[in-house]
């Protein structure tokens, strides 16, 4: 597999990939460069696109947690750090955290305790998925932010000129000006955003205009959309030939078509875990620790394993209706209940679980929209790990050890 | 246990549906397999388990009677759930096998008594169903190692039972065989109950240790022993591997009982949990803020809750009532030496009976008020009852206790 394409895959599954001094972006992907020349590579949409064209195509994109909340905080979070608004918003200038909680109190006309728990809750999520950076008390804007193509601009401009100033003169003891000093000796000098070539204008090139924003269209929703889209709704997936130059476009970000009936999505490339393994769990960068897998595999075995084995399950699939109920989490396992709750809060955000409320105490969790994206083999060795796991002295194990180790 | 050729009813309330008769199949091929060894010809074994549930009440009956035994019409009674052909085909059977036997061979018996062989029998049966005698073949194995370790066994018993558990593993290995080149559905279906676990195969090559040990000279069966056990594990990992082949992607969980799910879920650490995760690659959290949804949330911010308006207030002054009652101590005891005054008049003592008139609601206020009178030391008004009463239904009050209001100072 190329480098490229691994690149992205690891973009894909740990956040903006940090580059050396000087060390250029992989094919596609945009870079971020700050002052000493060290960087973030995000990857990059063919056309200028954004998941944003999903709407015209009323395909959900991927659920955001309390959307609302969050995307408040996010304005505030600009209206904070984006003070020269003749630039570009990114990198902006940091900001106080206690100065985006006041202005987020501003806007909102709150100042209860609870409202300030959902912002701190907002301003870690927009972390966890890089739109913000949250360090020593100053919040910045992240990486995700410099995609805002610059044709939106002007709306934003707009937005940040409507978000009240917060009246905080004389509560403040030290001048947000000091704090950021100390904190940032040079703050945002020579950081810019460079885009990287268009990558895949070998491969649309031969197209008409309508076929490449066909193709466009149906690589974003394959990538983006929360669940498998319909073959029907995209030309670039009814048509044999077009889903061949999808598939290609696909494989140079370590991706691939993965087919449920007349419905498709994307996943990674089998090829991508191996070659990806030998690095680790990315030191920087999102990754599940052992407690967040240990919680997915338990409601793994709940709401698939154990339905599957009472012949509840008719579907041969990782998504399942019977949720996991928490308090079996929280009761019969030996996962701890202190790390059980943040552990259920990243699943969730990731979209690796769905919780499923029903009355008061009823509900609980089943396996998020991301197990879509497994490809077949990936699913099927899901299935003999979680065999070799639970039933090791089983022929069944045996069986599969023994292909395994076959050559 | 033969049907004698009868033909039978089924019983009526149950609708007969399509899982059912396979259920109802697979016992009844597991029955005929148990008594292969022992039925005439072929389909002189039951065919409705219905007929083996009649056995196994009449059983229980039997152990309840105790010494007191069954006659005929207890049996019958025992058995009421079931039809009476049904019951009466089946008791001759169970007679006709000397599986219930008169309590004295003598003709004319009415007493009937159950045999111990059967009902044991049925036990081993019913243990046979649920696992298609994989614990059997554990039990089976657990005492023919005891037995060969016994000083006293003989090296013709130890002979004799390599002999026999080689021909078991080599007939179980044969069924599975057939089993793996059958259909995928069938080996899913029978393959668990067949095949051996790792355990299965290590005792009984413990087994065959211990016999070649103390006896060198079997080695011949015990070589036999040996190629039956690799059959056997062979034939397991087979079936096994055939179902990893064919599984789809998670078909095979079906495959390990729940249980073993549930004691996997609560007793694994957390290290053992996670590692079935290692080497998957998911998607980091990258939801897409468009600038335009971004707009629309702060649009939709809730507003900060405007003030609450006070009710509209008269432009008028209006001080209200208030004011107009006199709360103060003294006013109180003023009114009730008021009260007391008005009442005596000139007199120092007035009869009650003279002053409260006929109306009883004011009445009643007034003795209340002089009750109270009567209670303030600082008031020199005191109440002093009689023990007279006098009744008067015409009258109002129509009860009437006398008394008098006197002035003390």
């Known amino acids: 597999m190329k480098p490229s394409a691994l690149a992205h895959a690891r973009a894909r599954s740990c956040g903006p990939l940090p580059l050396g001094p000087g060390a250029p972006a992989p094919a596609g992907m945009t870079r971020l460069t700050r002052a000493d020349s060290t960087g973030q590579a995000l990857p990059a949409w063919p056309d200028g696109a954004t998941p944003s064209l999903l709407e015209e195509y009323q395909v959900p994109p991927v659920a955001v947690e309390r959307s609302g909340e969050t995307r408040r905080v996010l304005a505030t979070v600009l209206k904070c750090c984006w003070t020269d608004l003749s630039v570009d918003p990114w990198p902006g200038v940091p900001a106080p955290v206690e100065l985006v909680l006041d202005t987020y109190r501003a806007l909102i006309g709150r100042t209860d305790d609870l409202m300030r728990n959902w912002a701190v809750g907002a301003l870690r999520r927009l972390h966890d998925s890089a739109w913000v950076a949250v360090h020593d008390g100053l919040v910045s804007l992240g990486p995700r932010c410099a995609l805002w193509p610059v044709e939106s601009h002007a709306q934003l401009q707009e937005l940040v000129r409507r978000i009240p100033e917060p009246d905080r003169a004389e509560l403040t003891v030290v001048a947000d000006a000091d704090i950021v000093a100390a904190a940032e000796p040079a703050p945002g000098g020579g950081m810019r955003a460079e885009t990287g070539a268009a990558e895949f204008d070998d491969l649309l090139g031969g197209y008409d205009e309508r076929r490449r924003a066909e193709l466009v269209a149906a690589y974003m929703a394959v990538e983006h959309a929360a669940e498998p889209v319909q073959e029907a709704r995209f030309a670039a997936l009814r048509d044999p030939a077009l889903r061949h130059t999808l598939a290609e476009m696909l494989a140079r970000r370590g991706r691939v078509l993965v087919q449920h009936r007349e419905r498709w999505t994307s996943g990674y490339d089998d090829g991508c875990a191996p070659a990806l393994e030998p690095h680790g769990p990315a030191a920087e960068g999102w990754a599940l620790g052992v407690s967040e897998r240990a919680v997915l595999t338990l409601v793994l075995v709940h709401s698939v394993a154990i339905p599957r084995a009472e012949g509840l399950l008719p579907e041969d699939s990782w998504l399942s209706p019977h949720p996991t109920p928490v308090e079996e989490l929280r009761r019969h396992t030996q996962v701890p209940i202190g790390e059980l709750e943040s552990a259920l809060r990243v699943l969730r955000h990731a979209g690796l679980l769905t919780q499923v409320k029903a009355g008061e105490e009823a509900g609980g969790y089943v396996p998020g929209p991301q197990f879509h994206r497994l490809t077949p083999a990936a699913r099927r060795r899901l299935q003999e790990e979680l065999i070799l796991a639970a039933g090791p002295h089983t022929p069944l194990a045996a069986a599969v050890r023994a292909r395994r180790s076959a050559p | ?409």
Not at chain 2, 86 to 102: I, S
């Open chain 2, 1 to 409: 246990m033969s049907v004698d050729g009868l033909t039978l009813e089924r019983v009526p309330e149950q609708p007969l549906t399509l899982d059912a008769a396979l259920s109802e199949e697979a016992v009844l091929s597991t029955y005929r397999r148990m008594f292969a060894a022992l039925a005439r010809d072929s389909g002189a074994v039951v065919d409705d388990p219905v007929l083996v549930d009649i056995a196994e009440t009449l059983f229980s009956a039997f152990a309840e009677a105790g010494e007191e035994w069954l006659t005929h019409e207890q049996m019958r009674f025992a058995c009421r759930a079931y039809p009476a052909d049904q019951f009466d085909n089946r008791l001759r059977v169970l007679k006709g096998l000397g599986a219930v036997r008169e309590v004295f061979p003598k003709p004319n018996q009415l007493r009937y008594r159950a045999s111990f062989t059967s009902v044991v029998g049925l036990m081993f049966i019913r243990r046979m169903m649920d696992d298609g005698g994989q614990s059997e073949m554990h039990r089976l194995l657990a005492l023919e190692d005891l037995n060969v370790a016994d000083p006293r066994t003989t090296m013709e018993e130890a002979r004799q039972s390599a002999v026999n558990l080689a021909r078991a593993f080599r007939l179980w290995a044969l069924e599975l065989v057939t089993l793996t080149t059958g259909t995928i559905e069938e080996l899913r279906e029978q393959a668990p109950k067949l095949w051996g676990t790792e355990e299965i195969a290590r005792r009984a090559q413990g087994l065959h240790g211990t016999i070649l040990t103390r006896w060198p000279e079997l080695d011949r069966v015990c070589t036999d022993l040996r190629a039956a056990i690799y059959a056997y594990s062979d034939a397991s990992r087979r079936a096994a591997g055939r179902l990893a082949d064919s599984a789809g992607t998670t078909r095979n969980l079906t495959l390990l009982p729940t249980e073993t799910w549930r004691t996997f879920s609560q007793t694994a650490t957390k290290e053992r949990l996670a590692a079935v995760l290692d080497g998957f690659l998911f998607d980091a959290p990258a939801p897409w803020h468009d600038p335009a949804a971004v707009a629309r949330a702060v649009d939709e911010a809730p507003r900060p809750a405007p003030v609450q308006p006070t009710p509209p207030r008269s432009t008028l002054p209006d001080p209200g009532p208030e004011g107009s009652l006199d709360t103060s101590q003294s006013a109180a005891t003023e009114r009730l030496a008021q009260v007391a005054e008005s009442l005596l008049g000139e007199a120092s003592r007035v009869a009650l009976a003279d002053v409260i008139g006929s109306d009883w609601p004011s009445a009643r206020r007034l003795l209340a008020d002089l009750t109270t009178v009567d209670l303030r030391p600082e008031l020199p008004y005191r109440l002093v009852w009689s023990d007279e009463l006098s009744v008067d239904p015409g009258r109002e009050p129509a009860w009437l206790s006398h008394g008098h209001l006197e002035r003390t100072a």
